[in-house]
């Protein structure tokens, strides 16, 4: 049996709702681009509902019902916390469709292109109801100036880029709009450069990055990648 790339099993894992909000957001935002990630995602769903329609359900509780109505009733304060009205992101280069999922799934935005050195911009995301500091993934909007390049870094944990606009291209190719990339060698050193028309990417990271730079490091202490 050939092995799944990490690619594949993620969309295993959305298919079956075991992802993390944010993870589960660069995968709706890759099948968004891609509709034969869709079409994939949507046979392992298949798959998941024969498997369970062939499984013994489980036993549960004589109250189980008036639970689930109760909690339809009486939502948690978290969710209606999440529905409260937020300031929304525009970016003309990043497609529309995007736009749209980001502004329903992100409960705390900062709208702002933020530098970060002379040829990176962010913006910070989270796709849940805690602060985006508060949480291990950090998800966030990247934008390289054009055929210009990041820092060269490595990474503790696994990196997760989702091409929107323009491209880049780096040791192991070149990669456009709809494009997902994941590293997970913490030994892999990059420095991504910008296609000539620029790159704005959906990144999600497990860590801060490590800079070769011994300059960049040094700024790494006040800004955390």
């Known amino acids: 049996m050939m092995e799944m790339s990490m690619?594949?099993?993620?969309m295993v894992q959305y298919a079956a709702g075991a992802l993390s909000p944010a993870e589960a957001l660069m995968m709706a935002a890759h099948m968004t681009l891609r509709p034969e990630a869709r079409k994939k995602v949507a046979?392992?769903?298949?798959l998941g509902g024969k498997l369970i329609c062939?499984?013994?359900p489980a036993p549960v509780s004589a109250t189980c019902f008036e639970q689930l109505m109760e909690k339809i009733d009486n939502p948690c304060a978290e969710a209606a916390c999440a529905k409260k009205p937020v300031q929304?992101?525009?970016d003309h280069d990043i497609p529309p469709e995007i736009i749209a999922l980001l502004n329903t799934h992100c409960t705390v935005r900062l709208t702002q292109w933020k530098k970060r050195?002379?040829?990176v911009e962010m913006i910070e995301l989270c796709a849940g109801n805690k602060a985006p500091r508060a949480i291990r993934h950090r998800l966030r909007l990247v934008r390289l100036a054009p055929s210009q390049s990041a820092p060269p870094h490595r990474h503790i944990g696994t990196e997760m880029t989702l091409v929107l606009a323009g491209g880049f291209t780096?040791?192991?190719g070149h990669y456009g709009p709809g494009d997902i990339v994941i590293?997970?060698?913490?030994?892999?050193?990059?420095?991504?450069?910008a296609d000539d028309s620029g790159c704005t990417c959906l990144t999600l990271t497990e860590a801060p990055l490590c800079f070769q730079s011994r300059m960049v490091r040094v700024l790494?202490?006040?800004?955390r990648f």
Not at 7 to 10: A, I, K, S, T, V
Not at 43 to 46: I, L, R, S
Not at 183 to 193: K, N, S
Not at 220 to 223: Q, R, S
């Open 88 to 90: 929304e992101i525009q």
């Open 43 to 46: 046979q392992y769903e298949a």
């Open 183 to 193: 590293v997970a060698d913490p030994g892999f050193v990059h420095a991504p450069q």
């Open 220 to 223: 790494n202490i006040f800004w």
């Open 117 to 119: 050195g002379n040829n």
């Open 170 to 172: 780096d040791q192991t």
């Open 7 to 10: 690619l594949e099993m993620m």
């Open 54 to 56: 062939e499984t013994p």
